[in-house]
């Protein structure tokens, strides 16, 4: 590289600063931790662009997916978890269940 494409490679870079990668991760957990929007983010896990730009490229990579795969590795044996996410819904009229509409009992 000339030296002069290097001296002006060295000022954008001086612009726009590397973020620490732990540090951006720490701000991607804490956002999806806590359910924020990222501008919602703390100032201290750098600019939320930043935090976004770092979890979309790592997401289309699938970084996010290689690091569950490694850490879910040690864990023993694989298992089959299920989980029971059923409920009831109440009929809109239950809630008015047990009392006198018109003067007739419900």
Known sequence: MASHAFTARQGIAEQCPERDDRRVLSGIIFVNRNGLRWRDAP???????????RWKRWSDKGIFAEMMIGLAAGHGEDKTVMIDATYLKAHRTA????????????
């Open 43 to 53: 100032a201290a896990y750098g600019p939320h662009k930043t935090l976004y730009n």
């Open 95 to 106: 809630t008015s269940m047990g009392f006198k509409k018109g003067g007739v009992d419900v």
